[in-house]
């Protein structure tokens, strides 16, 4: 049983952008609040984005102050995928992400993003 598939990432210069994808199965998508999360080589799991279960508003979208303005958080329940359309991209964002669904506790198995010159 397949739950969070990750695609996308790779190699960008500073300044570049990246987009990664999260696709869902097994589970109701659409219930749940997701999230991405990066871990950089010795550094603990950080929250990076999230975004809430569609309601009478929409969608509520948090980022990380490290992260704002700068990476966009969607959600597309009809495909049962989530993307991180990330932009100016810094060497400090350089990590290995993962997308995550809160109430089931499944993780994507991440996905490699390099920012160097």
């Known amino acids: 049983q397949t739950h969070l598939v990750q695609s996308g990432g790779g190699r960008v210069q500073p300044g570049g952008s990246l987009r990664l994808v999260c696709t869902a199965s097994?589970?109701?998508?659409?219930?749940?609040?997701m999230s991405w999360y990066r871990q950089a080589p010795g550094k603990e799991r950080e929250l990076v984005a999230s975004?809430?279960?569609?309601?009478?508003?929409?969608?509520?979208?948090q980022y990380s102050d490290s992260v704002k303005g700068r990476f966009t958080v969607s959600r597309d329940d009809a495909r049962k995928t989530m993307s991180l359309q990330m932009n100016s991209l810094k060497p400090e964002d350089t990590a290995m992400y993962y997308c995550?669904?809160?109430?089931?506790?499944?993780w994507g198995q991440g996905t490699p993003v390099t920012v160097s010159s």
């Open positions: 097994g589970f109701t998508f659409s219930n749940y609040a």
């Open positions: 995550h669904a809160a109430s089931p506790n499944y």
């Open positions: 975004i809430s279960r569609f309601g009478p508003s929409g969608t509520i979208k």
